[in-house]
């Protein structure tokens, strides 16, 4: 008698189970087990978003209609693979709306382009600042005008992380 393999009518019927689908199983180290089964817990992350407008001047009556859910993993992710989140210190960006203790998300996959926000190492030292071509000139320059730009040259090892796409900013 054979043991083991695959047996016709053996295991769970597919689409049954939490997920309502077919599952695959798949091997993910030890150590992120934990964060893997949080991110899958709270999956649906929608919140209740209201069709009305807030007036940010003169103040007009409330409505308590509830356009839909909002989730914002899909306002502020595009690119989920590529994206990271990154805690902001210093006060070097606070003219570009980026404050300390401010969460950057931040997409690898986006280019970075003149004049975009962007993560990089430079000679190992990690910063916020907006990317800035000048002709042959390649600065990477604060938006607080107590700091000076950084001026890239060859000397320097520079690795840009990615493109801060999003704030994340307590009020």
């Known amino acids: 008698m054979p043991s083991g393999g695959i047996r016709s009518g053996a295991g769970r019927p597919k689409g049954q189970g939490r997920f309502g689908e077919e599952t695959k199983p798949v091997r993910i180290p030890v150590s992120m087990v934990d964060s893997v089964m949080t991110f899958i817990q709270s999956y649906d992350l929608s919140l209740p978003i209201y069709s009305n407008k807030v007036n940010a001047g003169f103040p007009s ?55 975009k926000v962007v993560i990089a190492a430079v000679d190992g030292n990690l910063t916020v600042k907006r990317l800035k071509k000048n002709g042959k000139d390649m600065l990477l320059s604060p938006e607080n005008n107590n700091y000076k730009p950084i001026k890239l040259t060859e000397n320097n090892d520079v690795v840009i992380w990615g493109v801060v796409t999003n704030v994340i900013h307590k009020v």
């Not at 308590?64 to 960006?93: C, Q, R, W, Y």
């Open 61 to 115: 009556p409330a409505d308590d209609h509830i356009e839909g859910k909002l989730d914002l993993n899909t306002h502020l992710i595009k690119h989920p693979s590529a994206t990271f989140f990154v805690k902001a210190t210093g006060d070097s960006m606070i003219n570009a709306g980026i404050h300390e203790g401010d969460i950057l998300v931040v997409d690898r996959s986006l280019e970075a382009r003149n004049g």
